[in-house]
């Protein structure tokens, strides 16, 4: 069955950055896209980009550009997600989420909360 | 960017009610559009795509329609485990966007 596990619970201060893990089974990894969608505490869902497992392309939205990185490991089947310059506003769950049918979001990870303070 | 706008932001219902959410698009786009249920400290899980096809594993009681601007989600008899959050999601373009949210609570 297709499973996404992610990386555990982070803690960071205000201007470090945060590296998080998602591995990937159960399906084919280079065969389809993997989002990461990102949620602060007590809001709904924000779209942080893609990246394409198989030729290493990504797409992010606009408030993350030049903050954030995607990159992937297709030994192990792992997808990563970094973001730099970190601030109280980036306190949330981070969440990877297969790109499935008509790019529908078709299965998710378990989600990683960070948290960021001083 | 395609703003999503989902209707109304929460309800009450008792089980067995029929239960519609609506999501209007800030433009018009072919079916790429999705629903989700989240329950508290979980994932997201997709219940619908492409407007109203049902995702693998969930309840005929879920359906939806639409096309256009304007898309609606169902519950046909509201069950003990559907009281959630729902969002809609358009995923035509980049970036992909949710509608705010539908909290369903227990009447």
């Known amino acids: 069955q297709v499973q996404l596990v992610q990386s555990g619970a982070e803690v960071k201060k205000p201007g470090a950055s945060v590296k998080v893990s998602c591995k990937a089974s159960g399906y084919s990894f280079t065969g389809y896209y993997i989002n990461w969608v990102r949620q602060a505490p007590g809001q709904g869902l924000e779209w942080m980009g893609w990246i394409n497992p198989h030729s290493g392309s990504t797409v992010f939205a606009q408030s993350f550009q030049g903050r954030v990185a995607v990159t992937r490991d297709t030994s192990t089947a792992t997808v990563y997600l970094e973001v730099s310059r970190l601030t109280s506003d980036d306190t949330g769950v981070y969440y990877c989420?297969?790109?499935?049918?008509?790019?529908?979001?078709?299965?998710w990870g378990q989600g990683t909360l960070v948290t960021v303070s001083s | 960017d395609i703003q999503m706008t989902q209707s109304p932001s929460s309800l009450s219902a008792s089980v067995g009610d029929r239960v519609t959410i609506t999501c209007r698009a800030s433009q018009t786009f072919y079916n790429y559009l999705n629903w989700y249920q989240q329950k508290p400290g979980k994932a997201p899980k997709l219940l619908i795509y492409?407007?109203?096809s049902l995702h693998i594993g969930v309840p005929s009681r879920f359906s939806g329609s639409g096309s256009g601007t304007d898309f609606t989600l169902t519950i046909s008899s509201l069950q003990p485990e559907d009281f959630a959050t729902y969002y809609c999601?358009?995923?035509?373009?980049?970036?992909?966007?949710f509608g705010g949210g539908t909290k369903v609570e227990i009447k």
């Open positions: 492409s407007a109203s």
């Open positions: 989420a297969r790109r499935g049918e008509r790019a529908a979001i078709d299965f």
């Open positions: 999601q358009q995923s035509y373009s980049t970036p992909l966007t």
